[in-house]
């Protein structure tokens, strides 16, 4: 989505190991008159995020709920299908290291975010905690399988219901609640969270179709004033909110009683970590608290700024974390780590530039919507919008033709050479040593070897990629048993991480041999065969079954491979 970003002249900053646009300025606008515009028009309209750098983990397997419970502070074996809830992670001794939205997918499969600047390291202390543990569970880093969008604002649900057919009304899908279905075509995960206080949903999908997305929601909330927002209007709306931001208001020895958070913890679970640290910390005295303050009389320009020192007479008592001139609220809001003696309605001074002190009183948090009125979802007529559903629709630019199922009549077509993008069908990997006698039960050919293939009798692609690792390729079928009815020793994950591409045509061959590192002769590679190799520098699956090709790589690599192939065909002249 970065070309959209900058059509539309967004400044951007630094976020751990990305840019991310700051704002959007219009002509004439300075950086505070952007962002407050942007804050605004969230509280008032709609607005969209892209929050793609945002940390996303997948964690599949019978023991799925029991590493959830482990990892995080909170209580997950009961969190049920369909909902989501705050993940809150520390380290052995108590502090809080990163925080996220824990979706329960199904019964064995969690689906994880965290901040953009912690997800490798969140993801470093599950694998390193899973060696100890050897809990029966897959781990993986899907960050950069999937683009994110967050819709928020009172016009949310109008923008979303016009691209998709999900039922989004109150009851249907709650707060917190979660759902797998389709906005504009894609297959999406959408979560209904409030990060910045309004009605929201954070829209998953594939990374290749984000900026499919990004267009269509901008087209279909035109009428309601959608507007893009960027980083520093979303985090002073979360201010007015008051939540926290990981590595901002905390630093390297936050515990969650200063925070306020022991709200978060689970004292019905036997183990966490750093449950035994906390434990012992919330027996002792604080010495400090982070409190949210307020400066009635101030302007835009006494801002104070984080790092800024709080003082008590001469002697320095905390600091600054957050702080911003709130539009909505029409006073400068922050959050600072005062003594932990302060009360609601104390006095505190801030020492700002040149050593002046600010006058500001320490208040109740959040600021802004303290009774969560703001994520009542209002009534929305679907039946009444039902014709602006879009078709289905695909961002590659390839001739969309199902291989499997056109009827071609084109003068020529048999010298033709078809790319067809297959990633919006079904398919899966299946994985473990019990792996090939489930397939079996469930009537599959199964390949007697690995590097083998079979096509099943509904068209879809069964290949054998090791002794006990399989990858599905269509076979919707297939998709509604579940691995729970038979040993459980294999996972059935969607394979969301990989886009699927079908290559056909007499010339497809010559086509892919062109770019690839083996040799795809027929008697070097004939019908039925599975090899992975090197096209333009990406590792991709190559299985060829009647005559078809079929690729599978990393969906981040897929626009690549899909233009690097169009290029090859046009260059050969085919």
Not at 26 to 39: C, K, L, Q, Y
Not at 121 to 135: A, D, E, I, P, S
Not at 337 to 363: E, M
Not at 539 to 567: K, N, P
Request: aromatic share 8%.
């Amino acid at each position: 989505m970065n070309v959209a970003h900058l059509a539309l002249g967004a400044q951007f900053l630094h976020a751990g190991t990305w840019y991310r646009p700051a704002y959007y300025p219009w002509p004439g606008e300075d950086r505070i008159a952007s962002i407050e515009r942007e804050v605004i028009n969230v509280r008032r309209n709609v607005g969209m995020i892209d929050l793609s750098t945002l940390g996303g983990i997948d964690i599949r397997g019978p023991a799925a709920a029991e590493l959830m419970n482990r990892l995080y502070t909170g209580g997950f074996k009961g969190l049920a299908v369909g909902k989501s809830k705050y993940a809150l992670m520390c380290n052995e001794s108590g502090v809080v290291i990163d925080d996220g939205v824990a979706a329960r997918l199904t019964e064995t499969h969690f689906y994880v975010t965290s901040t953009t600047t912690g997800v490798e390291n969140v993801y470093r202390q599950m694998l390193k905690w899973n060696v100890q543990w050897q809990l029966d569970v897959d781990i993986t880093n899907v960050t950069g399988a999937y683009c994110v969008v967050n819709l928020a604002g009172p016009k949310s649900k109008q923008v979303l219901a016009r691209l998709t057919t999900s039922d989004l009304d109150d009851v249907s899908f709650p707060y917190l609640g979660v759902r797998e279905g389709v906005v504009a075509g894609i297959p999406a995960r959408l979560l209904r969270v409030g990060f910045v206080g309004e009605l929201g949903y954070e829209i998953h999908v594939p990374q290749t179709f984000g900026m499919h997305l990004w267009k269509s929601l901008a087209a279909a909330g035109a009428t309601f004033d959608i507007a893009p927002f960027g980083v520093e209007a979303q985090r002073l709306l979360r201010l007015e909110k008051g939540h926290i931001i990981i590595g901002q208001d905390t630093d390297a020895m936050t515990h969650l009683r200063e925070l306020g958070m022991s709200w978060a913890v689970s004292r019905k679970k036997p183990f966490f970590i750093g449950d035994r640290t906390t434990a012992e910390i919330d027996t002792t005295q604080m010495t400090r608290r982070l409190a949210g303050f307020i400066v009635e009389s101030a302007n835009r320009m006494n801002v104070p700024q984080e790092s800024q020192l709080v003082l008590q007479g001469d002697r320095m008592v905390g600091r600054v974390t957050s702080a911003a001139y709130s539009p909505t609220l029409d006073k400068i809001v922050g959050l600072a780590y005062v003594p932990a003696t302060s009360a609601v309605g104390d006095t505190i001074t801030i020492k700002v530039d040149q050593g002046h002190g600010l006058q500001a009183i320490l208040c109740e948090l959040p600021f802004y919507d303290p009774r969560v009125e703001r994520q009542r979802v209002s009534d929305v007529s679907v039946a009444a919008i039902k014709e602006s559903f879009p078709e289905r629709t695909s961002l590659i630019r390839a001739l969309h033709v199902d291989v499997e199922t056109s009827d071609v009549e084109t003068s020529g077509v048999e010298t033709s050479v078809f790319i067809v993008d297959r990633t919006l069908s079904d398919r899966c990997g299946v994985r473990g040593s019990a792996a090939a006698g489930w397939l079996e039960s469930l009537s599959m050919l199964v390949p007697d070897k690995p590097n083998r293939a079979r096509i099943q009798k509904d068209g879809a692609v069964l290949a054998r990629l090791s002794v006990g690792e399989f990858l599905l390729l269509g076979g919707s079928d297939y998709l509604g048993c579940h691995p729970e009815e038979a040993d459980g020793n294999y996972s059935l994950p969607r394979a969301d991480s990989h886009a699927w591409m079908v290559v056909s045509g007499v010339h497809s061959r010559e086509v892919l041999q062109s770019v690839c590192s083996i040799d795809l002769r027929p008697r070097c590679f004939s019908d039925g065969d599975v090899a992975q190799t090197l096209m333009f520098g990406i590792s991709v699956i190559l299985i060829r079954a009647d005559e078809i090709f079929h690729l599978c790589a990393d969906i981040t690599s897929s626009q690549y491979l899909y233009d690097a192939l169009g290029e090859t065909v046009n260059s050969m002249l085919i």
